[in-house]
């Protein structure tokens, strides 16, 4: 244990900073160091920690005549998404008459979700917003469990044809 005047001498003579590092401990618990250095360093590092926690949502945008083979490469681009984190909303665009065939919308999303169930949870479920339909899910076991509406049920027990 040394006197605050002696440790406030050394640190003066190094070119230096008395810091308090532990001001609840008794003795206080101080350290001989560059303060704007601790400092410049203490930020950088809680910018850097704060980075790698932030979550995104990614967005995946559909038609109703979207082909097969084009759907399952944006759903493995989601899947990638889901894989590093982030949420990932999927969006489907309606054009003039499409807007009355909702079920196919619905249908195309129920398959999505079957291929993305065991990665995700339902943040949003599948709504109408003016011409656009929209779904959210994030990844993560758990939340509200995906169910296949009976079209898609049937429609996978049916063998398909070459």
Not at 18 to 29: D, F, H, I, K, Q
Not at 84 to 111: P, S, W
């Amino acid at each position: 244990m040394v006197p605050v005047d002696q440790a406030l001498q050394m640190a003066r003579e190094a070119g230096l900073d008395l810091v308090e590092v532990s001001p609840t401990e008794r003795p206080p618990v101080c350290r001989i160091m560059d303060y704007g250095k601790f400092k410049y360093e203490r930020k950088k590092r809680q910018k850097s920690a704060a980075q790698g926690h932030t979550i995104t949502l990614k967005e995946i945008r559909l038609r109703p005549k979207t082909d097969p083979h084009d759907r399952t490469i944006k759903v493995s681009r989601a899947k990638d998404f889901i894989g590093e984190g982030h949420k990932v909303q999927f969006t489907m665009l309606f054009r003039g008459r499409e807007r009355v065939h909702r079920d196919i919308a619905n249908q195309i999303f129920n398959d999505i979700l079957m291929e993305l169930a065991d990665s995700v949870k339902i943040e949003r479920p599948p709504s109408m917003d003016g011409r656009r339909m929209t779904m959210v899910v994030a990844p993560g076991k758990g939340g509200t469990t995906v169910q296949a509406s009976p079209v898609a049920k049937e429609r996978q027990s049916q063998p398909q044809a070459p």
